[in-house]
């Protein structure tokens, strides 16, 4: 079990909503953003003295743009059907943690400047005025909200705290207090074209490497092909796939799947990220800027599909913005969606009989299935409402013969975030995400007991990284957390073809290290 | 004229002056700020037609709250549900014919009274009885409670115990339409429900009441699933692309 300075919170048969405990989290807080990584995002570096009117400008320009803040900011009725529902609150008990209380930590600085009755008698509405006190509240507590949107389903109006965390984050990178994690990893994607910073060369040496792995394991000639002009696919993939354990299983299985398909593709080393963290720190423009290089590579790589991995925010980012923020795609082949997700793909392949498989392969694992927040309630795939939840599994179970669902309360739209989405995913914000967690282990732990399950298969960088390092935590084992495409290319059967006898592969020795162990330990933090 | 009925009447004007130029502000500035993202919560209706059904849902069943809490949705919709009725009840009072539908309901518009304070005590009892709702709860909101189950109250009992001359006030009101003050009955219970009423106007467009038209505009709920099909760009948005 992972050694903790906190104490983990137990795991239960029946969930219980904690008595509310104020404080609890008032001390977490990330790093703050030194100034050069906030300057390439277009954000000061520090506080200035008049920060709290540029705060309140910036709030003003904020309402005036996003209808969401605006009627989210009047609309609540503090009626509590958010407060049990958030996985921080259920792990942390702080009161902040719950979804209105998170919310009110804006609210009620917008009643004070921005209302009639706040301004004449802020003590009637629970209005208060911007000191750096509630600066300091907002930044250890707007880095508790993972915008998962779990508490946006049981809002009778539908209030979605992401949209009110992100707004705050954009707010405090505009005065300058900026979070470290997410800032320095966009910056990264400005300079070299994804989060963990990994170079092109570094990338065509991990595919070099994991063809040969395929072929010694399969005797099959599967491609991983990187900035290929004139591919049909474009596959963008969140970066933690090229090293991240499991996520590179699931690499593995995509490729499997094209090469089954019979499809040209590509990766690009310029557009080598799916994740757009610009969606975390609320910024339009940051999200728009990341999103543009894959608008620029598939025009440069001539690909007429765009397809994208294993993501769960990237997924949100990709079906619901992309087509805002970097369409129209009208240049790219107008018989498939843009962009489509590799479960689509996959599914579509399944459901036309194209693929074959040997579900035995996957006969040492009992699997569960964790919806991915941000594809769950912020996304959809295929052509009906809820193909986010029901292609996922249909892969599984024609890949696997053991699949076993959680309880009911925490699937589908009523999913628990992993706990480190939305830009926690670092290691000062460990705490956190071993407490937020508790609520999907909770119900990981109650299957594997009831129903012998021993796997997890999960489409999402982050939450393939994030119960690698919580699950030991709880007393799991690392690596019950599988890719779902992991389990597609344990159980896909490889069509040989006539060139797969000759051994191409020259310089004969193992392909160096890219990285050592601890480059892999920040390629875990940045997934 | 009397001073009372003076008074109540400028009340009157005031509060629906209020009401009316407050709410269409509020409105005209919700329906004048983009939504630069597709942000439905997800699964969504991919028509519009499907959006209409959703909202409809929403806001005849609340069904949004009856998946979130049973206790708060039970009684958050007796209240509202009794409100309703009450409402379409108290029309009578200012319509000359009455409608039949409308005169049909006075039977049950007087007992969905006791139903709507019935449900605002209920909700009231979680302000203090559910600790995470007691911690959210600000000092209006608890006002706002008081003053419908006082509003309720008062009228209630002027239903069943101590009658008013209900002629005259709907002269009164009738009255008003064109500027005819009739003098209204000087009962304190009336006149208490009648300021109190006023109040609840003159609050509405300042107040978390706000929640009413601003179910419409919520973006997760009122949004096509369609992003992939058509693309969605705000005007401010646009302007990026001109650059």
């Given at each position: 079990?992972?050694?903790?300075?906190?104490?983990?919170?137990?795991?239960?048969?029946?969930?219980?909503?904690?008595?509310?405990?104020?404080?609890?989290m008032?001390h977490s807080a990330p790093f703050v953003a030194k100034p050069e990584f906030q300057s390439p995002l277009g954000f000061p570096g520090a506080?200035?003295?008049?920060?709290?009117?540029?705060?309140?400008?910036?709030?003003?320009?904020?309402?005036?743009?996003?209808?969401?803040?605006?009627?989210?900011?009047?609309?609540?009725?503090?009626?509590?059907?958010?407060?049990?529902?958030?996985?921080y609150?259920?792990?942390?008990?702080?009161?902040?943690?719950?979804?209105?209380?998170r919310?009110?930590?804006?609210?009620?600085?917008?009643?004070?400047?921005?209302?009639?009755?706040?301004?004449?008698?802020?003590?009637?509405?629970?209005?208060?005025?911007?000191?750096?006190?509630?600066l300091d509240?907002w930044y250890s507590y707007f880095h508790q909200c993972s915008q998962c949107?779990?508490?946006?389903?049981?809002?009778?109006?539908?209030?979605?705290?992401a949209?009110?965390s992100m707004a705050a984050r954009e707010i405090m990178d505009s005065i300058g207090v900026g979070q470290k994690y997410c800032n320095e990893i966009i910056g990264k994607v400005y300079t070299i074209g994804n989060n963990l910073g990994l170079?092109?060369?570094?990338?065509?040496?991990?595919?070099?490497?994991?063809?040969?792995?395929?072929?010694?394991?399969?005797?099959?000639?599967?491609?991983?092909?990187?900035?290929?002009?004139?591919?049909?696919?474009?596959?963008?993939?969140p970066s933690a796939?090229?090293f991240a354990?499991?996520h590179?299983?699931?690499?593995?299985?995509?490729?499997?799947?094209?090469?089954?398909?019979?499809?040209?593709?590509?990766?690009?080393?310029?557009?080598?990220e799916a994740a757009n963290f610009g969606m975390f720190i609320g910024s339009?423009?940051n999200m728009?800027r990341i999103?543009?290089?894959?608008?620029?590579?598939?025009?440069?790589?001539?690909?007429?599909?765009?397809?994208?991995?294993?993501c769960g925010h990237a997924?949100r980012v990709?079906?619901?913005?992309?087509?805002?923020?970097?369409?129209?795609?009208?240049?790219?082949?107008?018989?498939?969606?843009?962009?489509?997700?590799?479960?689509?793909?996959?599914?579509?392949?399944?459901?036309?009989?194209?693929?074959?498989?040997?579900?035995?392969?996957?006969?040492?694992?009992?699997?569960?299935?964790?919806?991915?927040c941000n594809?769950?309630?912020?996304?959809?795939?295929?052509?009906?409402?809820?193909?986010?939840?029901?292609?996922?599994?249909?892969?599984?179970?024609?890949?696997?013969?053991?699949?076993?669902?959680?309880?009911?309360?925490?699937?589908?739209?009523?999913?628990?975030c992993c706990g480190g989405g939305g830009g926690l995913l670092t290691d000062d914000l460990m705490e956190l995400r071993v407490k937020g967690a508790?609520?999907?282990?909770?119900?990981?732990?109650?299957?594997?007991?009831?129903?012998?399950?021993?796997?997890?298969?999960?489409?999402c960088a982050i939450c393939k990284s994030q119960f690698t390092k919580v699950?030991?935590?709880?007393?799991?084992?690392?690596?019950?957390?599988?890719?779902?495409?992991?389990?597609?290319?344990?159980?896909?059967?490889?069509?040989?073809?006539?060139?797969?006898?000759?051994?191409?592969?020259?310089?004969?020795?193992?392909?160096?290290?890219?990285?050592?162990?601890d480059d892999s330990e920040s390629i875990d933090e940045a997934a | 004229?009397?001073?009372?009925?003076?008074?109540?009447?400028?009340?009157?004007?005031?509060?629906?002056?209020?009401?009316?130029?407050?709410?269409?502000?509020?409105?005209?500035?919700?329906?004048?700020?983009?939504?630069?993202?597709?942000?439905?919560?997800?699964?969504?209706?991919?028509?519009?037609?499907?959006?209409?059904?959703?909202?409809?849902?929403?806001?005849?069943?609340?069904?949004?709250?009856?998946?979130?809490?049973?206790?708060?949705?039970?009684?958050?919709?007796?209240?509202?549900?009794?409100?309703?009725?009450?409402?379409?009840?108290?029309?009578?009072?200012?319509?000359?014919?009455?409608?039949?539908?409308?005169?049909?309901?006075?039977?049950?518009?007087?007992?969905?009274?006791?139903?709507?304070?019935?449900?605002?005590?209920?909700?009231?009892?979680?302000?203090?009885?559910?600790?995470?709702?007691?911690?959210?709860?600000?000092?209006?909101?608890?006002?706002?409670?008081?003053?419908?189950?006082?509003?309720?109250?008062?009228?209630?009992?002027?239903?069943?115990?101590?009658?008013?001359?209900?002629?005259?006030?709907?002269?009164?009101?009738?009255?008003?339409?064109?500027?005819?003050?009739?003098?209204?009955?000087?009962?304190?219970?009336?006149?208490?429900?009648?300021?109190?009423?006023?109040?609840?106007?003159?609050?509405?467009?300042?107040?978390?009441?706000?929640?009413?038209?601003?179910?419409?505009?919520?973006?997760?709920?009122?949004?096509?699933?369609?992003?992939?099909?058509?693309?969605?760009?705000?005007?401010?948005?646009?302007?990026?692309?001109?650059?």
């Amino acid at each position: 079990m992972a050694k903790a300075t906190f104490v983990v919170p137990a795991l239960r048969q029946y969930p219980q909503v904690p008595a509310v405990t104020p404080g609890t989290m008032a001390h977490s807080a990330p790093f703050v953003a030194k100034p050069e990584f906030q300057s390439p995002l277009g954000f000061p570096g520090a506080l200035a003295d008049d920060w709290q009117a540029q705060a309140i400008t910036k709030m003003g320009e904020l309402l005036g743009k996003y209808r969401s803040l605006r009627v989210y900011m009047d609309s609540c009725v503090k009626c509590g059907a958010c407060t049990d529902k958030c996985h921080y609150f259920l792990g942390t008990k702080d009161p902040k943690n719950m979804p209105v209380g998170r919310q009110d930590l804006m609210r009620k600085v917008y009643r004070r400047y921005f209302t009639l009755v706040g301004r004449i008698a802020p003590k009637l509405v629970g209005a208060t005025d911007f000191t750096k006190e509630v600066l300091d509240d907002w930044y250890s507590y707007f880095h508790q909200c993972s915008q998962c949107r779990r508490c946006s389903v049981f809002c009778p109006y539908g209030i979605d705290t992401a949209e009110i965390s992100m707004a705050a984050r954009e707010i405090m990178d505009s005065i300058g207090v900026g979070q470290k994690y997410c800032n320095e990893i966009i910056g990264k994607v400005y300079t070299i074209g994804n989060n963990l910073g990994l170079p092109g060369p570094a990338l065509r040496d991990t595919l070099e490497g994991l063809e040969e792995d395929v072929y010694d394991e399969t005797g099959v000639k599967v491609r991983y092909p990187i900035d290929q002009v004139g591919a049909d696919i474009l596959l963008v993939t969140p970066s933690a796939d090229f090293f991240a354990e499991p996520h590179v299983d699931g690499l593995i299985g995509y490729g499997k799947v094209f090469h089954e398909a019979g499809v040209s593709w590509t990766l690009s080393s310029y557009a080598s990220e799916a994740a757009n963290f610009g969606m975390f720190i609320g910024s339009y423009e940051n999200m728009r800027r990341i999103s543009l290089r894959i608008r620029e590579e598939a025009i440069r790589l001539k690909v007429k599909r765009i397809i994208f991995g294993e993501c769960g925010h990237a997924w949100r980012v990709a079906y619901s913005f992309l087509n805002t923020l970097a369409g129209p795609w009208d240049f790219l082949d107008s018989r498939y969606p843009v962009p489509q997700h590799i479960c689509e793909f996959t599914y579509d392949l399944i459901q036309q009989g194209k693929l074959t498989f040997d579900k035995t392969q996957n006969d040492d694992k009992v699997l569960t299935y964790h919806d991915s927040c941000n594809v769950a309630r912020a996304s959809r795939m295929g052509d009906q409402p809820g193909g986010q939840f029901d292609i996922p599994r249909a892969i599984i179970k024609a890949v696997c013969n053991q699949f076993y669902d959680m309880d009911e309360d925490t699937i589908r739209d009523r999913t628990f975030c992993c706990g480190g989405g939305g830009g926690l995913l670092t290691d000062d914000l460990m705490e956190l995400r071993v407490k937020g967690a508790q609520p999907r282990v909770e119900a990981l732990n109650n299957v594997m007991q009831e129903k012998g399950v021993t796997h997890m298969a999960a489409i999402c960088a982050i939450c393939k990284s994030q119960f690698t390092k919580v699950l030991p935590y709880y007393g799991m084992e690392m690596d019950q957390i599988v890719s779902l495409h992991q389990l597609v290319s344990n159980a896909i059967v490889l069509t040989p073809r006539e060139d797969d006898d000759e051994d191409d592969d020259e310089d004969g020795e193992d392909d160096a290290q890219a990285l050592d162990d601890d480059d892999s330990e920040s390629i875990d933090e940045a997934a | 004229m009397s001073f009372l009925t003076g008074l109540y009447a400028f009340a009157f004007y005031f509060a629906a002056l209020v009401l009316v130029a407050g709410l269409t502000w509020k409105v005209v500035q919700y329906a004048r700020t983009p939504a630069p993202l597709k942000i439905p919560t997800t699964p969504a209706p991919i028509t519009g037609g499907g959006v209409v059904l959703r909202m409809t849902r929403e806001v005849v069943l609340f069904e949004s709250l009856f998946r979130g809490n049973k206790w708060t949705w039970i009684f958050s919709w007796i209240f509202h549900f009794g409100l309703f009725l009450v409402t379409l009840r108290h029309l009578r009072y200012f319509m000359d014919p009455v409608p039949t539908p409308i005169a049909f309901i006075q039977p049950f518009g007087i007992y969905a009274g006791f139903a709507m304070v019935l449900g605002l005590a209920g909700l009231w009892a979680r302000r203090f009885l559910v600790d995470r709702v007691r911690y959210i709860s600000s000092p209006s909101d608890h006002l706002i409670l008081g003053l419908l189950v006082l509003i309720g109250c008062s009228g209630i009992l002027m239903s069943f115990v101590v009658h008013t001359d209900i002629v005259s006030v709907k002269a009164f009101f009738l009255g008003l339409y064109s500027f005819d003050l009739k003098p209204l009955p000087a009962d304190p219970l009336l006149l208490l429900h009648l300021s109190l009423v006023a109040g609840l106007m003159i609050i509405f467009p300042f107040s978390k009441l706000l929640h009413a038209p601003g179910l419409f505009f919520s973006p997760t709920r009122n949004q096509v699933d369609n992003p992939r099909e058509w693309r969605h760009l705000a005007p401010w948005a646009a302007r990026f692309e001109q650059r």
